[in-house]
């Protein structure tokens, strides 16, 4: 039996994280956060119903993109997240059963919202397609058995990107039986950031595709979509230099592209806990160890020999990833989009954790 979660079964979602979300304005001198506003969310995405999260592999994008769908739905809203690479991340990360081709319910949000998701299967997507634009629904066996879908989309790549583009149009504009729209937002975990600029480029996919028809009159509506003031793509990063680099060349890539830029997700901030003025020193190793150990002690704690020396060594290496981070903050920086910091959750990341993320998004104007 598929279970649906809810913020009730983890409790411990509450905690406040606020000061760790920064605005444009960027980190404080020798501070990589700064405080928090409900300003932080861009006024492009407030308005939008359809939000692509990407970044580079290993930046959490599926974690955000999941965190984000449940602060989206927590004001009430009932909001659809999507998957459509086919590795059921999402399905793992919600403690969920592989997620079907068709919208199930998976997360119960605060206030009565609701978070449907489905992962995009491109056969069942393209099948739909046959039946809905040619009526071939009754060959879909014979369709399957030849192995014409793994053909067609081999033959035109191009082809897999305008069919799963075009699932999730179908998703945003879906309405119920008195015409009011099935979902109030859209959240889809997207290809990586080295492939979201093709993925959204339908217009080139389709120039190589169609010429006529009724893919092709589908497909321009898909653009019109991408394009407009309610589709916006964020992107996800970490305070490293390769995926900071990796953003950079997506924000370009997708501005030249005439595509909504919303925010830059700067997920596992690492917290500062050193005093700013102490952190030159310390990353270049000057402790005063005798100091720590007197202090450790006048709190009840005995450090000393190889725990000493272990407790030393951990705090430089601290200093100078601290130092590493901040570096990576000012070339950050000079990428034009509203950054929101997230905190860094537990090595495990279950619902407790979404949650925790989707309260961090809130505090910053979701």
Not at 105 to 131: H, K, M, Q, R, T
Request: glycine share 10%; aromatic share 4%; proline share 5%.
């Amino acid at each position: 039996m598929r279970s649906t979660l809810s913020v009730d079964d983890h409790p411990e979602q509450g905690g406040r994280y606020g000061e760790r979300v920064t605005n444009d304005a960027g980190p404080a001198s020798g501070d990589t956060t700064a405080a928090t506003g409900p300003d932080s969310w861009p006024a492009i995405a407030r308005g939008a119903r359809l939000h692509f999260v990407s970044g580079k592999g290993g930046t959490g994008k599926t974690t955000v993109a999941a965190a984000l769908a449940i602060a989206l739905a927590s004001g009430g809203k009932k909001v659809l997240l999507v998957e459509c690479e086919g590795r059921q991340g999402l399905a793992r990360l919600l403690d969920q059963p592989p997620l079907p081709p068709t919208d199930q319910l998976v997360v119960n949000a605060p206030n009565d919202g609701e978070v449907w998701a489905l992962s995009i299967d491109i056969e069942y997507a393209l099948l739909e397609y046959l039946d809905m634009f040619y009526n071939l629904g009754f060959a879909s066996k014979a369709i399957r058995k030849v192995g014409a879908i793994d053909f067609v989309t081999t033959v035109a790549p191009g082809l897999r990107d305008v069919v799963i583009t075009g699932k999730i149009k179908e998703r945003v504009i879906a309405a119920d039986k008195a015409g009011r729209q099935l979902y109030d937002y859209i959240v889809v975990d997207s290809p990586p950031t080295g492939r979201i600029g093709n993925f959204l480029d339908v217009t080139s996919a389709m120039s190589d595709l169609a010429k006529t028809g009724p893919i092709r009159n589908q497909s321009e509506g898909v653009v019109k979509l991408l394009h407009s003031d309610q589709t916006v793509i964020h992107l996800c990063t970490l305070l490293e230099a390769m995926p900071i680099q990796e953003t950079a060349e997506a924000v370009d890539e997708l501005v030249g592209k005439d595509l909504n830029i919303g925010a830059i997700f700067v997920n596992r901030e690492r917290p500062d806990y050193l005093p700013a003025a102490d952190l030159d020193e310390v990353a270049e190793g000057h402790i005063d160890s005798a100091r720590v150990a007197a202090e450790l002690a006048e709190a009840g704690l005995d450090a000393a020999g190889d725990d000493l020396d272990g407790l030393m060594t951990e705090t430089v290496d601290y200093a100078v990833g601290v130092q590493a981070q901040q570096v990576a903050a000012a070339q950050l920086d000079d990428i034009d989009a509203a950054k929101i910091a997230l905190p860094d959750v537990d090595d495990t990341i279950d619902l407790g954790a979404l949650f925790t993320l989707a309260r961090a998004l809130e505090e910053a104007g979701v």
